[in-house]
């Protein structure tokens, strides 16, 4: 069965750098588009960003363009987002997300920037 394990939160001060992991398995992991959400306190889940199965192709929220980077390790199954120059506004809960006919969901990593 599909399963994403995100790892990689924690708590740090604004302009500090995070790295998110997610470990897939289940599926094709190369054949698909992946996707990395997040959910702010009191707020819905939102898109982050997006990469292709062979990692060409990246979009961004206009909100994290330019701090955040995705990228995947077909070899390892593995989805990585580098987040750079994090502010206070991006804490949430973020979560690794593949649509295999549905959505399919890690369980989400908690990350919180604050001074």
């Known amino acids: 069965q599909v399963q994403l394990v995100e790892s990689g939160g924690g708590l740090v001060q604004p302009g500090e750098s995070l790295r998110l992991s997610c470990a897939a398995s289940?599926?094709?992991?190369?054949?698909?588009?992946m996707n990395w959400y997040r959910q702010p306190p009191g707020k819905e889940r939102e898109l982050v960003a997006t990469?292709?199965?062979?990692?060409?192709?990246?979009n961004y929220a206009d909100s994290v363009k330019g701090r955040f980077t995705i990228s995947r390790d077909n070899v390892k199954n593995t989805l990585n987002l580098q987040m750079n120059s994090l502010k206070p506004e991006d804490t949430a809960v973020y979560y690794c997300?593949?649509?295999?006919?549905?959505?399919?969901w890690g369980q989400g990593t908690q990350v919180t920037v604050s001074s």
């Open positions: 990469i292709s199965g062979g990692g060409r192709f990246t």
């Open positions: 289940g599926f094709t992991f190369s054949a698909f588009y």
């Open positions: 997300n593949a649509k295999i006919g549905r959505d399919y």
